[in-house]
Nanobody, 122 residues
Framework: QVQLVESGGGLVQPGGSLRLSCAAS????????MGWYRQAPGKERDLVAT???????NYADSVKGRFTIFRDNAKNTVYLQMNSLKPEDTAIYYC????????????????WGQGTLVTVSS
C-alpha cells in the first residue's frame, strides 16, 4: 500500500512562512516527479510546484520567488518552503507523485495525499 502523508499546514499571518512536508511510504524503490498543488474554496486544483527526481523544479508564476520546492530522495520526501505568504495563498495543499515504483515492481501513477490546510490571515 503506497501512501503520501502531508504535514506542516496551519494558520499564518501575511508575510509569514510555513514549510510543508510530504512523505511517501510503502516499500518504494523509486519516485519520478513529486509536486504540490492547491485548491482554494470554490476553485479548481492548480499546480504550485513540481520537482523531478534529478532536482529540476518548476513553479507557478504566482509563487515564483516566494516558494521553494525540494526533496530528499533517501527519505522519499518532498518539501515546500513558503515565504512571504499572502491571503491568496490560502488553500488546501495536496502532495502528488506522477509515478513511483515499489520493490515488488509495482507501478503506481497519479498518487495524491490527503491535503493539508494553509490559512493566511491576520
Amino acid at each position: 500500500q503506497v501512501q503520501l502523508v502531508e504535514s506542516g499546514g496551519g494558520l499564518v499571518q501575511p508575510g509569514g512562512s510555513l514549510r510543508l512536508s510530504c512523505a511517501a511510504s510503502g516499500s518504494i524503490l523509486s519516485i519520478n516527479s513529486m509536486g504540490w498543488y492547491r485548491q482554494a474554496p470554490g476553485k479548481e486544483r492548480d499546480l504550485v510546484a513540481t520537482i523531478t527526481s534529478r532536482g529540476s523544479a518548476n513553479y507557478a508564476d504566482s509563487v515564483k520567488g516566494r516558494f521553494t520546492i525540494f526533496r530528499d530522495n533517501a527519505k522519499n520526501t518532498v518539501y515546500l518552503q513558503m515565504n512571504s505568504l499572502k491571503p491568496e495563498d490560502t488553500a488546501i495543499y495536496y502532495c502528488n507523485v506522477d509515478w513511483l515504483r515499489t520493490y515488488a515492481l509495482g507501478t503506481y501513477k497519479g498518487v495524491w495525499g490527503q491535503g493539508t490546510l494553509v490559512t493566511v490571515s491576520s
